[in-house]
């Protein structure tokens, strides 16, 4: 499974990075919380607040965005977005 995190600003990308992780599965939501933090951190983010909606989004349809009201602190961005593309059966 890899995490792709885009950050955006007037709808063009600013700063993206993408993680890996082999032994997740689709529909998994524990410990999304430590995923989402390390996106962050490797894109030089503070945390958003993470509701159950975002979870269920991540659950539903492989993709959240975070907007700026979603983060404590004033950011200078529109968007923080993750997607996740899992592996394709064989």
Same mark, same amino acid.
Request: proline share 3%; charged share 35%.
């Given at each position: 499974?890899?995490?792709?995190?885009?950050?955006?600003?007037?709808?063009? !990308?600013?700063?993206? +990075?993408?993680? &890996?992780?082999? #032994?997740?599965? *689709?529909?998994?939501?524990?410990?999304? /919380?430590?995923?989402?933090?390390?996106?962050?951190?490797?894109?030089?983010?503070?945390?958003?607040? !993470?509701?159950?909606? +975002?979870?269920? &989004?991540?659950? #539903?349809?492989? *993709?959240?965005?975070?907007?700026?009201? /979603?983060?404590?602190?004033?950011?200078?961005?529109?968007?923080?977005?993750?997607?996740?593309?899992?592996?394709?059966?064989?």
């Amino acid at each position: 499974m890899k995490l792709w995190g885009t950050v955006r600003k007037d709808n063009k !990308i600013i700063r993206q +990075h993408t993680l &890996e992780y082999a #032994d997740l599965t *689709r529909g998994t939501a524990k410990g999304w /919380d430590g995923f989402i933090g390390q996106l962050c951190h490797e894109l030089d983010l503070s945390r958003p607040v !993470i509701l159950k909606k +975002h979870l269920k &989004e991540l659950e #539903d349809f492989s *993709r959240v965005v975070f907007r700026a009201d /979603d983060f404590m602190e004033p950011v200078d961005f529109d968007k923080f977005e993750i997607e996740i593309f899992y592996p394709k059966k064989k």
